[in-house]
């Protein structure tokens, strides 16, 4: 929520056995955006007041951007202009009591701050808004365009859209969809390989659309080869 104003990522005792069961890769879950794990046991009514602080991590600036988690990896963008990950399971780079966690790599946006965009996760790769109206795309293992001590990445690819970017992307197919404050949706080669070239590459979209005559802070839902997203007017169906 925008008013929500946190420097650090604190996750729940019994949140590793979690992440074990089901990855989190995008904001609402999946494309659909449900907001529902139905394959979550770990955590239940009989035990969810139980749960205690596991670790916590410090970034540079506030957070907006809600978490997501792939592969063992939890990704979340911070308004110093990077995307942070760490270890899911506060294991690798924590230590303490109370146990505090450093990144295992980030990802510089340059002078762009995430704002309230969350990272989505697809084949290998972390994706995230920012507020000069890109959309970035990093490798999820922090290997790709990574270098340093501590480790920094950057993008292996973006985009131009017509203003910031608060919409967190959604990805089906091998597409990511994103809306910008241009009061537009668009669609984007996920590979970053059509309509993509240059270097650093720079991506042009396979298609965008009009919402409404304002700006898209809603983030796309897919289902059924129908792409829904709030604008200034409505609900609108692609």
Known sequence: MRGRRLRAVALVGGLAL???GCDWPMFGYGPAHTRDNSHETAVSVSNVG???QKWTAATGGQIYSSPSVASGTVFVG????HLYAF???GTT????SPKKCSPLW???MGAATPGHSSPAVANGTVFIGGSD????AFDATGTAGCSGSPKVCVPRWTDTTGGFIYSS?????GVVYVGSNDGRLYAFDAAGTTGCSGSPKVCTPLWSAQAGTGTVESSPAVVGGTVYVGGSGGLYAF
């Open 18 to 20: 979690v992440l074990a």
């Open 133 to 136: 109206g890109r959309l970035y």
């Open 50 to 52: 139980t749960l205690t």
């Open 78 to 81: 911070s308004e110093d202009g």
């Open 87 to 89: 270890d899911a399971t």
């Open 106 to 108: 980030k990802g510089s």
């Open 93 to 96: 780079g924590c230590s303490g």
């Open 169 to 173: 992307p959604t990805i089906v197919g």
